[in-house]
Nanobody, 126 residues
Framework: QVKFVESGGALVQSGGSLRLSCTTPGATLDYYAIGWFRQAPGKEREGVSCIGYRDGSTYYTDSVKGRFTISRDNAKNTVYLQMDSLKPEDTAVYYC???????????????????WGQGTQVTVSS
């Protein structure tokens, strides 16, 4: 069964940076838009960012615009989320998943996504 493996989460101080990575060992991400989601304690999972397959399209939710940057290396089958100027409200488990319906970036709608991994914990201290 295809699943993403996310990494790069850590405890960081407010204002700091982290770079998250996700990949699917043994499977390709070709043709799929890839999204990053996060779930904070006691809250529903929300779409954070999305990147298209090869068209350069990206999407960011308002709360992370100007701070987060999504990118992908199709040759390495890996998607990244560079997170700068982190805030305590960014604390969450971060997941990536593949949009099986689209190859271009759109606001992430959870039910369009599959291959969920275990996530990686990001904790931002104030």
């Amino acid at each position: 069964q295809v699943k993403f493996v996310e990494s790069g989460g850590a405890l960081v101080q407010s204002g700091g940076s982290l770079r998250l990575s996700c990949t699917t060992p043994g499977a390709t991400l070709d043709y799929y838009a890839i999204g990053w989601f996060r779930q904070a304690p006691g809250k529903e999972r929300e779409g954070v960012s999305c990147i298209g397959y090869r068209d350069g399209s990206t999407y960011y939710t308002d709360s992370v615009k100007g701070r987060f940057t999504i990118s992908r290396d199709n040759a390495k089958n890996t998607v990244y989320l560079q997170m700068d100027s982190l805030k305590p409200e960014d604390t969450a488990v971060y997941y990536c998943a593949a949009n099986l319906l689209r190859s271009t970036a759109t606001p992430p709608i959870e039910h369009e996504y599959a291959y969920w991994g275990q996530g990686t914990q990001v904790t931002v201290s104030s």
